[in-house]
Every structure is written in C-alpha cells, then in structure tokens.
C-alpha cells in the first residue's frame, strides 16, 4: 500500500510511474498484464487504501475531492482522491490492470460519501465519460456503473435534488447506448395503473384553449399503455392528437 500512498503524491505524468508502482507492490508473474489473482490482490489494496483516504478526509473535515490537494501547485494539482482514480483509470485503459477495478472504486467512494461530496464525484465521473464508456471499459464496469448510479438516485430527494437527479439521468442516457439490454423494456411490461388525471369539462371561469388541453393530456393514455397504439382506430387517434400537440407547441 506504501507504493500507491507514494504515488499519488507524486508530480508529472501518470504514465511514467502507474506501471512501475504496479510492479513493485505485486511483482507479477507478467511483465505488463496482471493475472486474476495479482487483479484481486490489488483490487483489494486499492479499496482499503481509498477507505483510509476517506476517512482522513472526514477528520480533516476537507472536502474528499480536494483532501490532501497542494496549494502551493496552483490549479492544476489534484487532491489525493481523484490522484489515485486517475492512476487506477490510466492502468484499467492500458488493461495493465481488469478493466472493471475503477468502476468498484467509484462505487465505493459514492457509497462511503455524504451527498455534497458525491455531486463533486460525480462530476469527476462526467469528466471521465469518454474513457470509461471505451468498450474494453464499458464491457467490464457497465452493470457496476448503474448500480452506482441508481443508488445515487435513490439516496436522493425527487423534490429538492433535481438538477443533481437529471446529471445523473442524463449521464445514463449518454453512457448506455440505445439498444443497451438494461434500458430496454423486453418483456413489454406497462405500468397501466399510472393513470394521470385531468379535467373531462372545460372548468367555469377559466380561459384556456380545452380543445388542446384534452388532446394533449389525452395522450397520457397511450404513454401510459402503448399497446393501444396496436389498434387502427386508437392509432389513428393517437397520431392525429401527436401532431396537433406538436404543431401548436411549436408554432
């Protein structure tokens, strides 16, 4: 764990000492490639050196992503933190190490966070989307990533976290491709009970437009329930109400 602590205090490019620090904690039996054993070995190091980082962190009372940042080297230096995910992130993409370590790893952290620093891992995570959604990445971590995720969106509040729940919806939808198995509704399965209520009479004393107001709130019923649409007649009722709504939203 001394090389790693080491390492994450060090100045200068990643590259020129990720590898090495690597080797000298496992000896491996390859000179660039863990295997699984030396993978699980250093996995867990990792883990219990970014408790031990957290927790100095919370008795510091410094803010994780910043705990243990320099001053004195301005701007572009990096708190311990987010120092040890680039290393583990930059081993994981060169698959010196298993691809899926820093996905754990980020998971951990968002777990062992209060909600005010999880928006600030977050955002190291946004930082990083195009590095971990590369395939040998994305493969390895995708089902960690959204557990991660949809535990974030659990911890929140629907009411009082919204921008921070969107980032995340967001993120989600820009990380998992389209036909991504997770995202896609295979079995066909509606929550039909999700009924939204509106107004069937044009209220008294209220001057709106209740021709669009019902057409358009109409359209809930098919959302609700797609396989309506399977019909001709609810079809043609359904797109005919779409276009309107679309037409007079626009124009």
Same mark, same amino acid.
């Given at each position: 764990?001394?090389? *790693? ?132 990445? *994305? ?72 021709? *669009? ?39």
């Amino acid at each position: 764990m001394a090389e *790693f602590r080491r390492a994450i205090l060090q100045s200068g490019p990643i590259e020129s000492f990720a590898l090495q620090t690597v080797q000298e904690f496992i000896e491996p039996q390859k000179q660039t490639k863990l295997v699984q054993d030396e993978n699980q070995l250093l996995e867990n190091m990792l883990r219990t050196l970014l408790q031990e980082l957290v927790s100095s962190s919370a008795q510091s009372t410094e803010e994780i992503m910043l705990y243990g940042k320099s001053i004195d080297e301005g701007e572009d230096s990096q708190g311990q933190i987010p120092r040890l995910l680039d290393v583990v992130l930059y081993l994981c993409e060169r698959e010196h190490v298993e691809g899926g370590m820093i996905f754990q790893l980020l998971e951990d952290l968002t777990e062992m966070s209060t909600m005010r620093n999880c928006k600030d891992i977050f955002g190291y995570i946004e930082s990083k989307q195009d590095i971990l959604g590369k395939q040998e990445l *994305f493969a390895r971590g995708k089902l960690v990533m959204l557990r991660t995720c949809n535990q974030l969106l659990r911890r929140l509040s629907k009411a009082n976290d919204v921008v921070f729940c969107g980032r995340i919806l967001m993120f989600l939808a820009h990380f998992f491709p389209l036909s991504e198995r997770s995202a896609v509704n295979i079995k066909g399965v509606f929550n039909t009970s999700n009924e939204t209520k509106y107004e069937k009479e044009p209220p008294a004393a209220i001057s709106l437009d209740f021709n *669009f107001y019902k057409t358009m709130w109409s359209l809930q019923e098919y959302f609700c329930d797609p396989s309506l649409t399977l019909s001709p007649i609810k079809w043609q009722k359904f797109s005919s109400s779409l276009m309107v709504t679309i037409y007079l939203c626009i124009k």
